[in-house]
């Protein structure tokens, strides 16, 4: 068996269309295609606006500086982050000049505990951001509760986690703001971007001044789409506002090919969601003999999961080594990842110290936790490869 990754990205016909006729239009920078995938990314998380940028990594960084900006925030603005989340998430925090405060994760769904937030609030605490981790849905219900009894903003991580729903309402409409990803191995694709989404139209005209340098000009297309009309705004100021610069921006802009892959890729979304939760719920059903074991990623009926990966925590009294497992698995030609280990990275333990200890359920699913994938370019053989594997060191156990 060839090696089976924990990513997948699929390009199809309808992709090369709309990218060659992008190079047609021999336009490189923001154009048609970028504003209506930002428009229609939006409209599929109920949201009005979707400002389009070059990561999710930059998404929660402008979704974050926007807020520092309208709520006055200063250098001791305190920011609740989940003690599990790629790096990417506490990294934008401190990028904006924030401080990060850890919250535990439950041990279930591996998302910021809404029993735990309370404790971790301070006066200088501002903002939650709720990852919803490896496309399961936090809370929001309670976290929202929590949010609006200590006036807290809420800025939701959704990189991982594209359509899903909590009891029919879809994140990423829950909160001010929300970021996602659309990096090469995230549930959609355009190679590499992000995007924020909001309903308020004001923090949609700062977040297209922040992604532009701090341009003026805030007007979702400075040219139209087709190239022929200007804004009317433009010259109404002494300098052309899109060479007017307002605050300390940057350049995260994406151009049309990345617009181009994302709108096909938008427009096959139920295609790409509808296989991979036929091969989570497949390998689920084939490995629920072995739960005495492993805990699988299974959720209430009230969630929709989007299974960008399928996660794997050994339980306590299994007595497997989890480290000889991943080593199994890999020889076996199956990749696997470190379940997002956050609080024992070199990096963070010289800026934080050594606090892993300090949240019980995060440094249980360190290192006891990986996943493998579930992504739709697998087939049928390679679940049953999976499977296969997984029996074959489990039964061991039995």
């Known amino acids: 068996m060839e090696k089976i990754g924990v990513g997948y990205a699929s390009v199809s016909d309808l992709e090369k269309k709309y990218v060659l006729d992008a190079l047609d239009n021999e336009r490189l920078s923001s154009g048609k295609y970028v504003a209506r995938f930002e428009k229609g990314f939006a409209h599929a998380h109920n949201q009005k606006y979707g400002v389009m940028c070059n990561s999710g990594t930059t998404a929660l960084q402008l979704a974050l500086e926007t807020l520092k900006e309208v709520d006055k925030w200063d250098e001791n603005t305190e920011v609740l982050v989940p003690a599990i989340t790629f790096i990417a998430t506490p990294n934008a925090c401190l990028h904006s000049g924030l401080k990060v405060k850890f919250v535990d994760v439950e041990p279930d769904t591996y998302n910021i505990d809404p029993d735990e937030i309370e404790k971790r609030i ?3 605490t501002k903002c939650i951001i709720p990852v919803h981790t490896f496309g399961m849905p936090c809370d929001m219900d309670r976290i929202m509760e929590i949010a609006r009894k200590h006036d807290l903003r809420v800025v939701e991580d ?7 729903k909590v009891n029919g309402k879809v994140i990423g409409s829950f909160g ?4 996602f990803s659309t990096y090469v191995a995230h549930t959609i694709t355009t190679g590499i971007g992000g995007v924020v989404c909001t309903n308020d139209s004001y923090y949609a005209e700062i977040l297209r001044s922040l992604v532009a340098h701090g341009r003026a ?6 040219v139209a ?9 433009r010259m109404q100021t002494e300098i052309d506002r899109r060479f007017m610069f307002v605050r300390m921006g940057y350049s995260y802009r994406v151009g049309e090919l990345e617009g181009a892959l994302g709108l096909a890729q938008l427009e096959r979304k139920d295609e790409i969601m509808g296989k991979r939760h036929e091969n989570a719920e497949y390998l689920i059903n084939h490995l629920e003999a072995f739960e005495h074991l492993i805990q699988l990623p299974r959720h209430p009926d009230n969630i929709e999961h989007t299974y960008m990966m399928f996660p794997i925590v050994v339980k306590k009294d299994s007595k497997i080594d989890v480290q000889d497992f991943v080593q199994y698995l890999e020889k076996a030609n199956i990749e696997t990842r470190p379940m997002l280990p956050l609080l024992n990275q070199p990096i963070y333990k010289e800026i934080f110290g050594n606090i892993e200890h300090e949240y019980p359920v995060t440094e249980y699913i360190d290192h006891h936790g990986f996943y493998i994938g579930c992504h739709h370019g697998m ?5 049953d490869y999976i499977i296969e594997k997984f029996s074959e060191y489990l039964g061991k156990y039995m």
């Open 379 to 383: 087939h049928k053989d390679e679940l």
């Open 225 to 233: 789409a087709d190239g022929t009309k200007v804004c009317p705004l």
């Open 176 to 179: 001010d703001l929300s970021a």
């Open 122 to 124: 301070g006066p200088h």
């Open 158 to 164: 959704c990189a991982e986690a594209h359509f899903a």
């Open 217 to 222: 000009c805030t007007c979702e297309r400075c």
